[in-house]
Antibody
Framework: EVELVESGGGLVQPGGSLRLSCAAS????????MNWVRQAPGKGLEWVSY????????YYADSVKGRFTISRDNAKNSLYLQMNSLRAEDTAVYYCARDQGYGYQAYAFDIWGQGTMVTVSS | QSALTQPASVSGSPGQSITISCTGTSSDVGYYNLVSWYQQHPGKAPKLMIS???KRPSGVSNRFSGSKSGNTASLTISGLQSEDEADYYCCSYAGSSTFVFGTGTKVTVL
């Protein structure tokens, strides 16, 4: 079964750090580009970051640029999001999402994890 | 990047057709034919319903269809069913592997 499972969420104080993980299974992880998408409580979806298959190309939303770092370990079938200098407005459910294209970018997210909640509060 | 504009809510009776609009700019929706649509039930992860403006992934009902005109993309749900009641989000490629989502639309089946 094709699956993405996020972990690492929790309560953190403003200015703190957190590292999210996303474990992939059931497909050739190294052949798909990956993304992080977040959703604040009661709000809409917001794209956060993109990483290519080889990690050679990485992009971030302006709202997290300079504070978040996306990475992947194809040997471990895992995607990561290192979040530093966290703010209250970063409070959200964070989803990892697979791009639909096998070996290319299809610009649509066909597999999503169940999400992990990050709460930034003192 | 500003969020794409969607109506906050759309409603219809069972069996009817409804259309959700998604308005962007000439830098995203209008420039790329790469709009995707997602369905999200409460407490669940989003589900891909339409990719590349009008392509349905395997397993998605043919009651869902997508189109685009200028800077506005649309999702039409025909033969509305109770299980279609959910939030719907459009998403457009915005260049340099970045994406912008819509504000979201709550679909209510009367």
């Amino acid at each position: 079964e094709v699956e993405l499972v996020e972990s690492g969420g929790g309560l953190v104080q403003p200015g703190g750090s957190l590292r999210l993980s996303c474990a992939a299974s059931g497909f050739t992880f190294s052949s798909y580009t990956m993304n992080w998408v977040r959703q604040a409580p009661g709000k809409g979806l917001e794209w956060v970051s993109y990483i290519s298959t080889s990690s050679s190309t990485i992009y971030y939303a302006d709202s997290v640029k300079g504070r978040f770092t996306i990475s992947r370990d194809n040997a471990k079938n895992s995607l990561y999001l290192q979040m530093n200098s966290l703010r209250a407005e970063d409070t959200a459910v964070y989803y990892c999402a697979r791009d639909q294209g096998y070996g290319y970018q299809a610009y649509a997210f066909d597999i999503w994890g169940q999400g992990t909640m990050v709460t930034v509060s003192s | 990047q500003s969020a794409l504009t969607q109506p906050a809510s759309v409603s219809g009776s069972p069996g009817q057709s409804i259309t959700i609009s998604c308005t962007g700019t000439s830098s995203d929706v209008g420039y790329y034919n790469l709009v995707s649509w997602y369905q999200q039930h409460p407490g669940k992860a989003p589900k891909l319903m339409i990719s590349e403006g009008s392509k349905r992934p395997s397993g998605v009902s043919n009651r869902f269809s997508g189109s685009k005109s200028g800077n506005t993309a649309s999702l039409t749900i025909s033969g509305l069913q109770s299980e279609d009641e959910a939030d719907y989000y459009c998403c457009s490629y915005a260049g340099s592997s970045t994406f912008v989502f819509g504000t979201g639309t709550k679909v209510t089946v009367l």
